[in-house]
């Protein structure tokens, strides 16, 4: 089984990288525009996002900058986690690193109720619903609710959707959407 994901994998990086030519995946260990962005976040959270460099993959400009973790995650993992990035990728494709950069950091406010970041971040989280259902099932698709609720209605991204009900209830329908 996991040769499988192993194979999932592989297939799907080879997909986008045909599809984003320019793709690559870096660390962000070592990178001064990481370790900038995670001591702005530091700042404007008030120390709530501490582990932007630690647990979070960041799109940039048709890049994927992975904290650490990455060299141990699982293949499956892995899979599900591409599959995520690349609604990021297609989304800069479609609006451009100006106009997405502008959505995801201003409307309405870039804190505590951020419209745009919120859409933009929950058509990848629907696509990592669908992803998690093929490879773990409903009940690893259940495991993700209370973890995505926090992190839309936390610092994690700013208190982007500070609506856990709403999330819940979006959550909920996604789920719902699924094949039985």
């Known amino acids: 089984m996991a040769s499988d994901w192993s194979n999932a994998t ?5 997909s986008m990288r045909e599809e984003f030519p320019s793709f690559a995946i870096l660390p962000k260990r070592g990178s001064r525009l990481q370790d900038a962005i995670h001591f702005a976040l530091l700042v404007i959270t008030f120390g709530g996002q501490r582990s932007y460099m ?3 993959h960041t799109v940039l400009f048709g890049k994927l900058w992975v904290p650490d973790s990455w060299d141990t995650m699982g293949d499956a993992d892995r899979f599900i986690l591409l599959r995520h990035e ?4 297609r989304q800069r494709a479609r609006m451009g690193d100006a106009v997405m950069a502008f959505v995801y ?8 109720l951020a419209w745009g970041r919120a859409r ?5 989280y ?3 619903i669908r992803a998690t259902y093929e490879v773990y099932g ?4 259940s495991r993700l609710r209370d973890e995505i609720v926090r992190r839309f209605s936390s ?6 959707w500070p609506f856990p009900k709403v999330v819940g209830r979006w959550f909920d329908a996604a789920v719902a959407a699924l094949p039985e």
């Open 10 to 14: 592989s297939a799907l990086l080879t």
């Open 54 to 56: 630690t647990r979070y």
């Open 86 to 89: 690349r609604v990021h990728l």
């Open 105 to 112: 950091l201003v409307p309405f406010l870039p804190l505590g």
């Open 120 to 124: 933009i971040e929950w058509e990848a």
């Open 126 to 128: 629907e696509e990592t």
């Open 138 to 141: 409903r009940d690893g698709v």
């Open 155 to 160: 610092a994690d991204y700013g208190w982007m």
